[in-house]
């Protein structure tokens, strides 16, 4: 089974996506199940895990009703107010819907880089390691210091760092991204996606070389068996196709890694980690 670990859909009406803006025209319209399933069918990705991109339960809600429509959809990653003291209810209640795997707070989009260490934030978090869900970091390279402190608190934690954290790839910079990857991995139930690093290149000029360091350092700090593709269509559309964001990885994986190594990225991986 191949399988999709990061992709969106949005209905712009809805009203509550953030970061539309024309600074991003291409994501300003609504992008469906509709729209995605002939990219799948031609890549031959069998099932995807759709995530949040507004921090509302409303949205959660919206994708969960998707969810239900569209059996591809293996599972959604929401939202919940983690630092509200409504969340342990609401874990509870949405913990028993079907399809509902697990949460994503917009780390990248909190003015407080240290939010994650609030205290009502991290018994969340206790919270969600001790029902075993899936908890996804979506972070910048400044984020991942608090990301290591966590981690030591809530060290059963079942997470996965999305994008590989948006190092600097434009820029060709890679430290201190490298070394806090290492530390981040470090922990055994944390998983990396390949995914998002397209749109953290040169929009108009990346080439899969400019991808390489960072896909190498990730392979090398966790390792084939917890490292997993993601398209993140279409936010991807920023600086390439589904084919282009797909194949990117494809081309740098090939000469890396055997046949079973590559099943489990583009599938075994996610499927373990998302308990499909």
Same mark, same amino acid.
């Given at each position: 089974?191949?399988?999709?670990?990061?992709?969106?859909?949005?209905?712009?009406?809805?009203?509550?996506?953030?970061?539309? &803006?024309?600074?991003?025209?291409?994501?300003?319209?609504?992008?469906?199940?509709?729209?995605?399933?002939?990219? !799948?069918? =031609? $890549?031959?990705?069998?099932?995807?895990?759709?995530?949040? #991109?507004?921090?509302?339960?409303?949205?959660?809600?919206?994708?969960?009703? %998707?969810?239900?429509?569209?059996?591809?959809?293996?599972?959604?990653?929401?939202?919940?107010?983690?630092? &509200?003291? +409504?969340?342990?209810?609401?874990?509870?209640?949405?913990?028993? *819907?079907?399809?509902?795997?697990?949460? *994503?707070?917009?780390?990248?989009?909190?003015?407080?880089?240290?939010?994650?260490?609030?205290?009502?934030?991290?018994?969340?978090?206790?919270?969600? #390691?001790?029902?075993?869900?899936?908890?996804?970091?979506?972070?910048?390279?400044?984020?991942?210091?608090?990301?290591?402190?966590?981690?030591?608190?809530?060290? +059963?934690?079942?997470?996965?760092? @999305?994008?590989?954290? =948006?190092?600097?790839?434009? +820029?060709? =910079? !890679?430290?201190?991204?490298?070394? !806090?990857?290492?530390?981040?991995?470090?922990?055994? $139930?944390?998983?990396?996606?390949?995914?998002?690093?397209?749109?953290?290149? /040169?929009?108009? #000029?990346?080439?899969?070389? /400019? %991808?390489?360091?960072?896909?190498?350092?990730?392979?090398?700090?966790?390792?084939? /068996?917890?490292?997993?593709?993601? &398209?993140?269509?279409?936010?991807?559309?920023?600086?390439?196709?589904? @084919?282009?964001? !797909?194949?990117?990885?494809?081309?740098?994986? =090939?000469?890396?890694? $055997?046949?079973?190594?590559?099943?489990?990225?583009?599938?075994? $991986?996610?499927?373990?980690?998302?308990?499909?």
């Amino acid at each position: 089974m191949r399988i999709d670990s990061h992709q969106h859909f949005w209905k712009a009406a809805r009203g509550d996506y953030h970061w539309m &803006s024309p600074a991003v025209q291409v994501l300003c319209r609504d992008y469906l199940p509709a729209d995605l399933q002939p990219l !799948l069918q =031609k $890549n031959k990705i069998d099932r995807t895990i759709l995530v949040q #991109a507004a921090q509302t339960r409303a949205e959660t809600d919206f994708l969960l009703e %998707l969810a239900a429509q569209h059996d591809f959809i293996a599972g959604v990653i929401g939202w919940l107010d983690m630092d &509200s003291p +409504n969340f342990p209810r609401e874990l509870e209640l949405y913990s028993k *819907r079907p399809k509902f795997l697990g949460i *994503r707070p917009m780390l990248q989009d909190i003015a407080d880089d240290q939010w994650i260490l609030r205290p009502r934030v991290v018994e969340s978090l206790g919270l969600v #390691a001790e029902r075993g869900l899936p908890f996804e970091f979506l972070t910048y390279t400044r984020h991942l210091p608090h990301v290591v402190t966590v981690l030591k608190s809530v060290p +059963n934690l079942h997470a996965v760092v @999305d994008h590989v954290s =948006k190092p600097e790839i434009k +820029n060709r =910079k !890679l430290d201190p991204w490298r070394s !806090l990857m290492a530390q981040v991995a470090k922990h055994p $139930n944390v998983y990396c996606k390949l995914s998002g690093m397209i749109t953290e290149a /040169d929009l108009k #000029a990346w080439t899969p070389a /400019d %991808l390489r360091p960072y896909v190498e350092h990730v392979l090398t700090a966790f390792g084939p /068996d917890r490292v997993m593709f993601g &398209s993140d269509w279409p936010v991807c559309l920023l600086a390439g196709s589904y @084919d282009q964001a !797909l194949g990117a990885l494809e081309t740098l994986l =090939k000469p890396r890694l $055997n046949q079973r190594q590559k099943d489990a990225v583009f599938g075994g $991986n996610a499927a373990r980690f998302y308990k499909l």
